[in-house]
């Protein structure tokens, strides 16, 4: 199946300093792509969804300024954690969707990113 | 957007078969039922999608009644390596934009 990357897989920050993530769809295209984060012992709760070309749409409660997200091309879409505390610590996944050539598409999830900050 | 309810927990034994099933009342027509596998530190993993009735891969099957308001998974003889968080999903695949948004999951314990 598709395949979607995400680097670093772990990252150990200081606060107040930047994090950024990247997600890459390495063999198909993704328009959309959609960003999660998800806490010891939780289910996913997505943040935002990133739009190539044009501003992420993010989910009620997410800071957009907080969270800053780039989809620049088809293939890689960024998640910038800005100005980082101890909270945002967390575990960050990105998803993107593939069409399967039957009008359906597929979701494709990284393996995540574990985020510290310390 | 389609709500999902799953038990938060199940055990049982290896080599046993385990069936946990999800409740989505308000699925919509263009709606289907995917089921995602997630080990602790990774992204999810797909295990099986359908729209209704039944469907079977090499590792479950997925059972959809008429009313497709739940479905069941199923994993035949079950192993150690199958404890998990299972999530069951309902989305429009149809448009790549279509959010998914995850429930509560179920945590299935497999024991010696």
């Known amino acids: 199946g598709a395949v979607v990357s995400q680097h670093p897989s772990r990252v150990i920050c200081k606060s107040g300093t930047s994090v950024k993530i990247e997600c890459r769809s390495l063999d198909f295209q993704a328009t959309t792509m959609f960003w999660y984060r998800q806490f010891p012992k939780q289910s996913l709760m997505l943040m935002a969804t990133s739009n190539e070309g044009s501003k992420a749409t993010y989910e009620q409660g997410v800071e957009k300024d907080k969270f800053l997200i780039n989809h620049a091309s088809l293939t890689l879409s960024t998640l910038t954690v800005t100005s980082a505390h101890p909270e945002d610590s967390s575990f960050y996944i990105c998803?993107?969707?593939?069409?399967?050539?039957?009008?359906?598409?597929?979701?494709?999830f990284g393996q995540g990113t574990r985020l510290t900050v310390v | 957007l389609a709500k999902t309810t799953q038990p938060i927990s199940m055990d049982s034994y290896e080599g046993q078969e385990v069936n946990i099933t999800c409740s989505h009342n308000?699925?919509?027509?263009?709606?289907?039922i995917t089921w995602y596998q997630q080990f602790p530190s990774q992204g999810p993993r797909f295990i099986i999608q359908?729209?209704?009735t039944k469907v079977t891969n090499e590792v479950a099957s997925l059972f959809i009644p008429a009313d497709r308001k739940s479905s069941t998974l199923s994993l035949p003889r079950v192993s150690l390596s199958d404890t998990a968080v299972y999530y069951c999903?309902?989305?429009?695949?149809?448009?790549?934009?279509?959010?998914?948004?995850f429930g509560s999951g179920t945590r299935l314990s497999i024991r010696p």
């Open positions: 998803s993107a969707r593939v069409g399967t050539g039957q009008g359906e598409t597929e979701a494709f």
């Open positions: 999903l309902v989305a429009s695949l149809y448009s790549s934009a279509s959010k998914i948004i």
């Open positions: 359908g729209y209704k």
């Open positions: 308000n699925i919509a027509t263009n709606d289907y």
